[in-house]
């Protein structure tokens, strides 16, 4: 039988899903198979308030959940999260079809999924991320929420506009922060950018303006920062891989009015990566750069020393060229930028081959001493 076009996007989607998930076996990826096509018939006749399939909301999750680094069975979860709240099914169901492992996933979404929090102001906000993680007795459980959350808010201009309004402020005051203290820096700055654009609208078009006027001749800058670099590092037979960063909008709003701050007198909005292969590759890169920049005293943080508390370890140093430009240099390792990106998920990634590490019940134990300290983690991207 023809597949539809509609069907033929799914698929390609699903495909693209599956390939992205690490480590993955014959025997994961036909439950991820089965998970897809058990999710598809659950939710047929079904559609988003964008007419989209409704199938296509956990497609997406499942998608960000294995970019971000996480097990099959997250992932599985990610496509099959909607059922038992949205259709006839029960989670019996999915728990014979899946297994426990996953339908203990389901449940917890399902769950936390009918909360509803109005209006949050930060002690209540405070009061709300405690109870979600509660609620999640296993921390996956908030990777595929805060999924389930992102890919809401890319589709949100489909709600009404007093929801809009609701769910960016719900956003932005749990959600968010929630990302942060997994070290999800990623999903964070999305997060934030898109619930800023949705609450304050005209200040959100001001600031990405002054952005992209700052950043127009990015490329030029960053290739007269990074040319002698690469050359010296080379030398040193150093394999860099160096890239740049720009701050995300709400980061800069923030620090514009936290530190009372004129745009113009923000430096580190556009960034250079230096990625390399070891710790002490990282601290040689450093000296190579201050020997070919003057460095801002000030403006060095030692973070692989002394690790963020969401695990974010990076050198970061702001260095001035002989024309008097400033740049802030973010040096690193390869596994350092991935859980720079995404946090806890990220981590596991690099620790699962090791056997003296605890599991997910370990992680969430982690994750809900943290919360429960309300760890102020600086933003260090």
């Not at 949205?86 to 989670?91: A, F, K, R, S, V």
């Not at 201050?290 to 692989?304: G, K, S, T």
């Not at 370890?313 to 596994?335: F, N």
């Not at 990634?349 to 309300?374: C, H, I």
Request: hydrophobic share 40%; glycine share 6%; with cysteine.
């Amino acid at each position: 039988m023809k597949r539809s076009a509609e069907q033929e996007t799914l698929d390609r989607l699903f495909d693209e899903t599956v390939s992205t998930v690490r480590g993955l076996d014959d025997e994961g990826r036909e439950a991820l198979e089965r998970a897809y096509r058990f999710a598809a018939r659950a939710h047929e006749g079904q559609s988003r308030l964008s007419g989209a399939p409704f199938i296509t909301h956990g497609l997406e999750v499942a998608r960000i959940l294995a970019t971000m680094g996480l097990d099959s069975s997250t992932v599985a979860a990610g496509l099959l999260h909607d059922v038992v709240e949205d259709t006839e099914i029960g989670l019996d169901e999915i728990g014979k079809e899946f297994g426990p492992e996953i339908a203990g996933l389901v449940d917890g979404m399902t769950k936390i999924g009918r909360l509803r929090f109005s209006s949050p102001e930060e002690r209540q906000a405070e009061a709300a991320r405690r109870m979600l993680v509660s609620m999640a007795r296993d921390v996956r459980v908030i990777f595929i929420k805060l999924a389930d959350r992102l890919h809401n808010m890319r589709t949100l201009e489909h709600l009404p506009q007093d929801r809009i309004l609701e769910i960016a402020r719900e956003t932005m005051e749990i959600y968010a922060p929630l990302a942060h203290r997994l070290g999800a820096a990623r999903i964070r700055s999305e997060l934030e950018d898109l619930a800023f654009r949705f609450l304050e609208p005209e200040t959100f078009a001001r600031v990405s303006g002054l952005v992209r006027e700052r950043t127009a001749d990015g490329a030029a800058v960053v290739e007269a920062f990074r040319r002698p670099i690469e050359e010296r590092l080379r030398e040193h037979g150093i394999d860099a891989v160096i890239t740049s960063r720009v701050k995300h909008v709400y980061s800069i709003w923030r620090k514009m009015v936290s530190k009372q701050v004129r745009f113009d007198r923000i430096d580190d909005i556009l960034a250079i990566r230096i990625i390399v292969p070891t710790i002490s590759d990282c601290y040689l890169t450093l000296e190579i750069v201050h020997a070919i920049y003057q460095p801002l005293d000030d403006r060095f943080h030692d973070f692989i020393a002394s690790p963020k508390g969401n695990m974010y370890q990076s050198l970061h140093t702001t260095v001035v060229d002989g024309e008097g430009r400033r740049i802030e240099m973010q040096i690193r390792t390869r596994e350092m930028d991935i859980v720079a990106r995404y946090g806890l998920a990220a981590h596991w990634r690099y620790k699962e081959k090791d056997t003296s590490m605890p599991g997910w019940e370990r992680w969430t134990e982690l994750f809900n001493r943290a919360v429960g300290d309300q760890l102020e983690i600086s933003d260090p991207n």
